[in-house]
């Protein structure tokens, strides 16, 4: 079936509204395909619409989910690790786009890629914390914004006074916990390392400075079950 790449005429003249098509997608991600197979590799797309990109390079990370989550000599994947792998690899995409329509359907259409890998793998050992986990995750990370100024914008697209920001979720231990660090999109975007870190390599890591060091972005921090993930925090 064809794929819809334009909703209506008014929005393409209003933000620019066109959808990338498939298989353009995949042949753009193929340039950097190494990160794209990588479970903890993260990935923003700034004017996400819903998803083109993202959706994609969810379905490549569930991938290396289920191999990183197999034992040697087995077939297929043991249930918790591929959840925890599962939840990592989700936790490592962003989106930020202006209307909240494609925010939404952004939102689900990842969630719906995530719930049937989970599903089928974990079959009856898929529990209801870990679905409300994601939720929690994609409600943080795929954000209804302007890209330009980095600000929130309310229903009509125009900025309100919450910076956007962003969560960096790692998973250091070996069980469920995971730690939470929030940094505004705006200081993470102008930080003399990230210019140095995109000339040098071409890519970045919106989270780290060339020596790994966060700190003096960070809002708030939190480390926290991630089954119990919707009792902290927004
Ligand atoms: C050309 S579409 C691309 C959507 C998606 N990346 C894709 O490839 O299918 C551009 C998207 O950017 C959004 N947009 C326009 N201006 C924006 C801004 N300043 N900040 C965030 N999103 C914006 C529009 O709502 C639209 O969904």
């Known amino acids: 079936m064809a794929e819809k790449q334009v909703k209506s005429k008014q929005r ?3 933000h620019g509204e066109v959808f990338t098509a498939e298989r353009e997608v ?7 395909k190494q990160e794209t197979e990588r479970v903890d590799s993260r990935f923003l797309e700034p004017a996400c619409g ?5 959706v994609e390079i969810l379905r490549r990370k569930l991938n ?4 990183r989550a197999t034992l040697p000599k087995r077939k297929s994947p043991e249930a918790f690790a591929f959840e925890k792998q599962s939840v990592i690899a989700i936790s490592g995409v962003y989106g930020i786009d202006l209307l909240m329509d494609n925010v939404l359907a952004c939102r689900e259409r990842l969630y719906r890629i995530w719930e049937q890998e989970y599903d089928a793998v974990c079959k009856n050992e898929a529990t209801d914390e870990c679905r409300q986990a ?4 994609l409600n943080r990370n795929i954000v209804c914004g302007n890209a330009l100024t980095m ?11 919450a910076p956007i920001a962003f969560s960096e979720w790692t998973f250091p231990f070996n069980d469920t916990r995971v730690q939470r660090k929030d940094y505004s ?3 993470l975007m102008t930080s003399a390392s990230m210019e140095d870190e995109i000339k040098r390599t071409g890519q970045m890591d919106i989270f780290a400075d060339e020596n790994g060091e966060v700190e003096p972005l960070l809002l708030r921090q939190y480390i926290f079950d991630y089954r119990r993930m919707q009792d902290y925090g927004e």
């Open 12 to 14: 393409v003249a209003d």
């Open 26 to 32: 995949n042949a753009m991600l193929d340039l950097v």
């Open 151 to 161: 600000m929130c914008v309310d229903e009509n697209q125009k900025d309100t006074k």
């Open 50 to 54: 819903e998803g083109a990109f993202l």
């Open 185 to 187: 999109f705006a200081e």
């Open 64 to 67: 290396a989910a289920k191999k």
């Open 134 to 137: 994601v939720r929690f995750i």
